[in-house]
């Protein structure tokens, strides 16, 4: 799904300059849809919030966890744990929580295009799987998107390859 996406982005992933580098990614039941959207807006931004003369490096991997908390109060559950990180503009800590709701991006639209929902259609998506997403950053130091999805609640992992209808599958390639 990952390829695909970047096919999807390839002239702007050219105009840039982009490195994206994808790691090992799981198979597993999702909503491929929705997991496509969520990947294409956290790509898209890493490329839209780049530095100045600078070309974006992107890297998405993917982590189980067996034993994270998706929120307090749940109990452990296998995780699927899906970073986008680069190494663009960056932005403050205490924006973290107003990045996700829509029309709240953090510069004009003089600075950078866009309508402003991405990341909140990321959130909907995340949500929509039982799950969140969190980002980690600094200003001039790129961007981390995280997103967790419980395993158990999307599907059991499919580990042979098989059924891939409706799987969200990278083969890391």
């Known amino acids: 799904m990952v390829h695909e996406v970047l096919s999807d ?8 300059k982009a490195q994206v580098k994808i790691g ?3 198979i597993f039941t999702t909503d491929p849809l929705q997991v496509r959207q969520l990947l294409q807006n956290l790509i898209g ?3 839209k919030f780049s530095r100045p003369g600078e070309s974006p490096i992107i890297n998405v991997f993917c982590e189980i966890s067996p034993d994270h908390r998706i929120e307090s109060g749940t109990t452990d559950r296998k995780v699927c744990q899906i970073t986008v990180e680069d190494n663009g503009i960056g932005f403050e800590k205490k924006y973290i929580d107003r990045i996700f709701g829509v029309f ?3 510069h004009g639209k003089s600075e950078y295009e866009g309508t ?3 990341l909140s259609i990321c959130k909907k998506i995340a949500d929509r799987h ?3 997403i969190t980002a980690k ?6 961007a981390s998107f995280i997103v967790s999805l419980r395993l158990e609640q999307i599907g ?3 580990t042979n390859g098989e059924n891939r209808t409706n799987c969200f599958y990278i083969d890391g390639g």
Request: hydrophobic share 35%.
């Open 104 to 106: 709240e991006g953090l």
């Open 45 to 47: 931004n890493d490329l």
């Open 156 to 158: 059991a992992v499919v």
């Open 137 to 142: 950053s600094a200003p001039g130091e790129g």
């Open 130 to 132: 039982s799950g969140n």
């Open 9 to 16: 982005l390839e002239i702007r992933i050219d105009q840039t």
């Open 24 to 26: 090992e990614m799981p």
């Open 116 to 118: 402003g929902i991405g």
